[in-house]
């Protein structure tokens, strides 16, 4: 099961992925694995999730720092 946190930060990830026009595909290949992988991470009902270095690879590559997918540290999680 995601946590509260989990998907805080993939909703992130996915708004800024549609906000830049990219597809699941295209994050596919950002990450070098397949669109289903991006389809079980984005399904609240899969535990798949974004490892820290996918994180790293997705901010690289769309010009923004890892930290931008995460709530401020004053939030409640």
Do not use: W
């Amino acid at each position: 099961m995601k946590s509260d946190i989990d998907l805080f930060v993939i909703n992130r990830i996915r708004e800024k992925r549609k906000e830049l026009k990219v597809s699941q595909r295209g994050m596919a290949e950002i990450l070098g694995c397949s669109a289903g992988f991006i389809g079980q991470v984005e399904s609240e009902n899969s535990d798949t999730k974004y490892s820290v270095h996918q994180l790293y690879l997705i901010a690289k590559d769309f010009d923004c720092s890892p930290a931008d997918f995460f709530p401020s540290l004053d939030s409640d999680f």
